[in-house]
DNA sequence: CAGTTTCA
DNA sequence: CCAG
């Protein structure tokens, strides 16, 4: 159990809020700044390299994604699945950092969820006018597990919705550091990004960087 | 909303 | 319907 690798990066959050039963706004729950948790980033996709997939219709999503752990997240023309191959690589996304299997272990535990150990980690790329719009996390096979969300480097406004598309959701003003984990009877909520302002950041530049850990399989 | 896919 |  590695957990000082977590202990470097912790700040004290200050605020732990509750957006809903079950779903936690860690503010500051991790390092503004920390270069462990970009270079990792930029390891990741040096082997998987951020791309702009394609949704049902031929349209690509305005957010560059790629993924790290045993499975990936991915979507084409065809739709979304997890596999445990990058297709544009042909080979295994790259291996999931000990670091951030700590990470989202630990800020799972301070919401509430014990024991999580994800198996897939999504990392979205925003830069200006990159938008996620309002969707539910539902490829996963074990829905009894949270979904931990790290936000790093420019801020956002999150997207929080309910259990459907037409609650209008609440927007929240995230920044480097915040996490949101959602579980249980959260699990399935609609939540999104609105399109992203321009900033300058000292770690991540023109971006904003999240890391969605998942257990899908 | 428009375009696609999927399936009743 | 819908991670556009």
């Given at each position: ?11 004290e ?21 920390s270069?462990?948790?970009f270079?990792?980033?930029?390891d ?44 544009e ?22 919401a509430?969820?014990a ?8 990392i ?25 969300s790290?936000s ?11 259990m459907?598309?037409?609650e ?17 009877a ?25 890391l ?6």
């Open positions: 159990m590695p957990s000082d690798l977590f202990s470097d990066l912790a700040a959050h200050e605020e732990r809020l509750e957006l809903a039963p079950e779903a936690i706004l860690l503010r500051g729950a991790v390092k503004a700044e270069p462990e948790l270079s990792a980033i930029m990741a996709a040096r082997i998987s390299p951020f791309r702009h997939m394609a949704v049902r219709g031929g349209f690509r999503m305005s957010v560059a994604m790629t993924n790290c752990g045993h499975l990936g997240w991915t979507s084409d023309e065809k739709g979304y699945r997890y596999s445990t191959l990058d297709p690589t042909g080979k295994p996304w790259p291996a999931m950092p000990p670091l951030f299997a700590e990470v989202a272990s630990r800020c799972a535990s301070l509430g969820f024991d999580f150990e994800p198996d897939a980690c999504l979205n790329r925003y830069k200006p006018d990159a938008r996620m719009t309002l969707h539910q996390d539902k490829n996963e096979v074990d829905m009894s597990r949270p979904i931990v790290v790093l480097g420019l801020p956002a406004t999150f997207l929080f919705g309910g459907t598309r037409k209008r959701p609440r927007r929240i003003r995230i920044e480097s550091g915040d996490v949101v984990a959602w579980g249980g959260a699990r399935l909520t609609y939540h999104g990004i609105a399109a992203l302002a321009e900033g300058d950041h000292p770690l991540t530049g023109p971006f904003r960087y999240n969605t850990f998942r257990k899908a399989g």
